[in-house]
């Protein structure tokens, strides 16, 4: 059954799906929301930096096992988990006291990690199953939502860590914000009916200079695929760029001379670049195919961290600026590429869970990251960790070029 009010609700689910995305970035913005545990109960930098490595763990792990929470409980009841579960992270992040960083790594890693990765995977899932002919838009819409949080909450969590209000309550108070739009959009977003006919794919873009069989893979055979290990080395060495960046974005600005307010600034600016890459990007798979998306994104990161180090290296605050958007841009393209990517190759029928298991080259990445922070630490410069990151991003390329099919 095709009509045009069945059609029609497939962008109501995408737009209420955005907002839930967005307030669920808010995860993203730790270079922001970890200054009160650093300036008040005095955790050390790095300290913070694995904090934000085992964010990246848990939210792998939560889209891992958002597949058999789907599974078990459907869509409604899995996100509603995920929001209570999420909201409870940062409320309680905002109780904590004392010296010892372990209770920070349960709240806001484990409990905020968790749930915030097992809502991403459901969201992106329910809703790009609606999407079948603009598979590429629809997650670029939904990860520029999500890459968007740093700028708009991460930025308005800033302002309220000054004013009266403090940072406890700012951390409560986004997670009361977490948990209600979360729960609410697990009213609106469901999966299409079973005998709705959905538009139909462009068999020519998508898979454009690729000749192969089009199957639905299960997650065993998926991960026996040599092809799959490829590009799955190859986006954990692009995130890493991202994903180091993004840890340090603040105090990298402040190395190179940029004010306090302005150094802010950039970490929403790189927010608001990443979620420009991810809806570029998911633009550009369903236009261009996969081969010429993913190829052109890791040159996009060759670029970020090249111009990146060149910064750091002559002191240049312009160049920084350029590199931080450079690195928002090539960021974005990661999650929206492993998305489209793993269903393009291993199709729909077991997306979820195949997903699930694509995404956690954001753990990876985040060791990298934390080992890229260690490098600045000991070297007391930026420049050992850029050329790490130039070097890894070189080569996926190598890998990249090499990937022809699943």
């Not at 609700?9 to 545990?37: D, E, H, Q």
């Not at 538009?199 to 055979?221: C, L, M, Q, T």
Request: aromatic fraction near 10%; hydrophobic fraction near 55%; charged fraction near 10%.
């Amino acid at each position: 059954m095709k009509n045009s009010s069945s059609l029609s609700r497939r962008w109501a689910i995408l737009a209420v799906g955005v907002a839930a995305m967005l307030f669920a970035g808010i995860l993203y913005a730790w270079s922001i929301l970890k200054n009160p545990f650093s300036a008040e109960l005095g955790f050390t930098a790095s300290a913070l930096a694995l904090n934000f490595t085992l964010t990246m763990c848990f939210f792998c792990l939560g889209g891992v096992v958002s597949s058999h929470l789907l599974r078990l409980m459907g869509t409604k009841l899995t996100i509603i988990v995920s929001a209570v579960l999420a909201g409870c992270g940062f409320i309680l992040s905002g109780f904590l006291r004392g010296s010892s960083v372990l209770p920070l790594y349960i709240t806001y890693a484990l409990m905020a990690g968790l749930g915030i990765g097992i809502a991403y995977i459901v969201i992106i899932s329910t809703v790009n199953a609606w999407f079948p002919d603009r598979k590429g838009v629809s997650s670029g819409a939904l990860m520029m939502g999500f890459g968007a949080s740093s700028l708009l909450l991460g930025n308005l969590a800033d302002r309220l860590f000054q004013t009266e209000i403090g940072w406890r309550k700012t951390y409560m108070i986004i997670g009361v914000a977490i948990c209600v739009v979360l729960a609410l959009s697990a009213l609106v977003i469901r999966r299409p009916p079973e005998n709705l006919a959905l538009p139909a794919p462009k068999k020519n873009a998508r898979f454009h200079g690729e000749d192969f069989e089009v199957r639905d893979y299960k997650p065993s055979e998926m991960i026996r695929r040599f092809t799959f290990w490829r590009a799955f080395i190859c986006l954990v060495c692009i995130t890493a760029v991202g994903s180091s960046v993004i840890s340090f974005a603040r105090d990298l600005a402040l190395s190179v001379g940029a004010e306090a307010a302005l150094a802010t600034t950039l970490v929403g600016v790189l927010s608001v670049c990443n979620g420009l890459g991810r809806i570029i990007t998911g633009a550009l798979f369903d236009a261009m195919g996969r081969r010429f998306t993913m190829i052109a994104a890791n040159i996009l990161t060759i670029a970020a961290a090249a111009g990146t180090l060149l910064a750091v290296s002559i002191n240049s605050l312009p160049l920084c600026i350029v590199g931080l958007c450079l690195t928002g841009l090539s960021y974005g393209t990661s999650p929206t590429v492993s998305s489209a990517f793993t269903a393009a190759f291993y199709g729909q029928k077991y997306f979820a869970a195949n997903l699930g298991i694509s995404n956690c080259n954001l753990m990876a990445a985040s060791f990298i990251a934390t080992a890229c922070s260690a490098l600045q630490t000991v070297s007391s410069s930026y420049t050992v960790p850029f050329i790490l990151l130039l070097a890894l991003a070189s080569f996926a390329l190598i890998l990249n070029i090499s990937i022809r099919r699943p």
